[in-house]
């Protein structure tokens, strides 16, 4: 079945560490996207990629980066200068640009 | 600078029941926009999309609505069910970027 994986599901980060979070599809999208979910709140963009080997930064890119080297993958990392990542993570894949979104299940980071 | 609002914040109705569920954009640029539903814990399914040029459109029980003019979108869902009970939330595209409402938690009661 075709669709988007994010892994871990759950992920916890010591003080000063940095940590990556892996979304892979095989839905053949162009278009990736890395949200933020707090408590409460809509869902704030961090960064997406429109394109292999492109990336944009989002609403909330500060502590964050991410990389585009193959099509299927667009793995976020969280840096220790993220000094509130405790949040649950959501990738997101589309055909282009302004075409409905896919998304994975999510992953739950905490900081220990 | 587009903000979306939902209200209410959570709903709660006998199965059975026709609902609706509110969103409100402040700028009627928008491209696009679209409803999704959110189990606990999960990542997001997409329920129905509306383009700016459309009223409405429907899905099974779901019909949503879109009124630029007024910064209005309504999702309607006919004949509840437990299984609806999730967040429901909406999505305007705007400028490339989707920008989210909070979300509404609906809890259908047997």
């Known amino acids: 079945d075709g669709g988007i994986t994010q892994s871990p599901k759950y992920l916890f980060r010591k003080e000063g560490q940095n940590v990556t979070l892996s979304c892979e599809q095989n839905?053949?999208?162009?278009?990736m996207y890395w949200y933020r979910q707090d408590p409460g709140q809509g869902l704030r963009l961090i960064y997406y990629?429109?394109?292999?080997?492109?990336?944009q930064k989002g609403d909330i890119a500060e502590g964050y980066s991410v990389s585009r080297e193959k099509k299927e993958s667009f793995p976020l990392t969280v840096t220790s200068a993220q000094k509130n990542p405790t949040a649950f993570y959501l990738c997101?894949?589309?055909?282009?640009?302004?075409?409905?979104?896919?998304f994975g299940d999510g992953t739950r980071l905490s900081i220990l | 600078k587009q903000e979306v609002t939902q209200i209410p914040a959570a709903l709660s109705v006998p199965e059975g029941e026709n609902l609706v569920l509110n969103c409100s954009f402040t700028?009627?640029?928008?491209?696009?926009l679209q409803w999704f539903r959110q189990d606990p814990g999960k990542g997001l399914t997409s329920l129905l999309l509306i383009q700016s040029s459309q009223r409405e459109q429907t899905s099974g029980r779901l019909n949503a609505s879109l009124d630029k003019s007024s910064g209005r979108s309504t999702l309607y869902i006919a004949a509840s069910q437990p299984g609806d009970s999730a967040t429901y939330l909406c999505a305007v595209d705007s400028n490339y970027q989707l920008i989210w409402g909070a979300g509404t938690k609906l809890i259908i009661k047997p």
């Open positions: 839905l053949n999208h162009d278009a």
């Open positions: 990629s429109q394109i292999v080997n492109d990336f």
């Open positions: 997101a894949s589309s055909i282009a640009l302004q075409q409905p979104q896919h």
């Open positions: 700028d009627s640029a928008i491209y696009n």
